[in-house]
């Protein structure tokens, strides 16, 4: 596979490459577009320790499964025993992603994911942030969702063009940005005060925990403080991505 196919899969937004030389060459030339490889435990000999070796140098998860699991997912293309799941979007390192920032005294929104899991959540809340005029959003390339074909038709078009920024640590990234001058504030439906008690900082990082069980420990202890949106009703919660839309356009109703 070349990498003008390659493009092509990725114009048409599949999203997977496979077979060795495709698989090697995108890690090669385009691993900014690699989200994961996907290597079969019976792989054997230098293309394995090849593959491996690329991913570690560029940053790229890799995981070890099954002839079988690869070919389901490839209805039954020639994979030879290596696949790797392509974003249309590139992922930037969160030190460039802090270069787009707006310098002080100027209101800056940056988003963080901690290990958002549904796609179309993903892809609303890469469409709301741009909307609501954030910098970029960061987000983990393990254990979360990824900006594949499916985000990018859900986001109606934005991840194309949004800044994504890939993170390993979730509660580190949120170290890292706070040292960078932004005040974090988790989205927590059981904290105590709510984002209209007091008006969110000018220069902030929004962080939202996954659909399921909201922010990690880690990660929680990292913000600077946690607030909740006031809710009525028999429901106990939000959807990830409608309470992180009311609390950054309430963000830009103050700030901006």
């Known amino acids: 596979m070349t990498l003008q196919m390659l493009d092509e899969l990725r114009h048409r937004g599949e999203d997977y490459c496979w077979g ?3 698989v090697i060459s995108l890690l090669e030339e385009s691993p900014a577009h690699c989200l994961k490889v996907m290597i079969s435990k019976t792989m054997q000999g230098s293309a394995s320790g090849k593959i491996v070796e690329l991913c570690r140098v560029a ?3 890799y995981v070890f499964t ?12 020639n994979h030879q025993g290596v696949a790797a799941m ?4 590139e992922l930037l390192s969160l030190e460039s992603a802090m270069g787009l920032l707006p310098p002080p005294p100027e209101p800056a929104l940056v988003v963080m994911l901690d290990h958002i899991q549904d796609p179309h959540n993903l892809g609303a809340i890469i469409r709301s942030s741009e909307a609501a005029s954030a910098s970029f959003i960061a987000l983990p390339r393990r254990r979360g969702s990824l900006p594949t074909g499916t985000v990018v038709k859900t986001s109606a078009g934005a991840s194309l063009r949004f800044p994504l920024a890939s993170v390993g640590n979730v509660a580190n990234a949120v170290r890292d940005i706070q040292d ?10 059981e904290a105590p005060g709510t984002i209209y008690d007091t008006p969110l900082p000018k220069r902030c990082l929004l962080v939202v925990g996954s659909e399921g069980s909201g922010l990690g420990r880690t990660t929680q202890k990292a913000c600077d403080e946690t ?4 809710i009525r009703g028999g429901t106990g919660s939000l959807n990830a991505s409608i309470a992180l839309s009311i609390t950054m ?3 830009s109703r103050i700030n901006l």
Do not use: K, Y
């Open 20 to 22: 060795r030389n495709g």
């Open 59 to 61: 940053h790229v998860p």
């Open 227 to 230: 607030l909740r949106i006031p």
């Open 86 to 89: 392509l974003t249309q979007s």
């Open 66 to 77: 099954s002839m079988r699991a690869l070919d389901s997912m490839l209805d039954g293309e």
């Open 249 to 251: 356009f309430e963000w």
């Open 180 to 189: 960078g001058g932004l005040w974090a504030v988790g989205l927590d439906a």
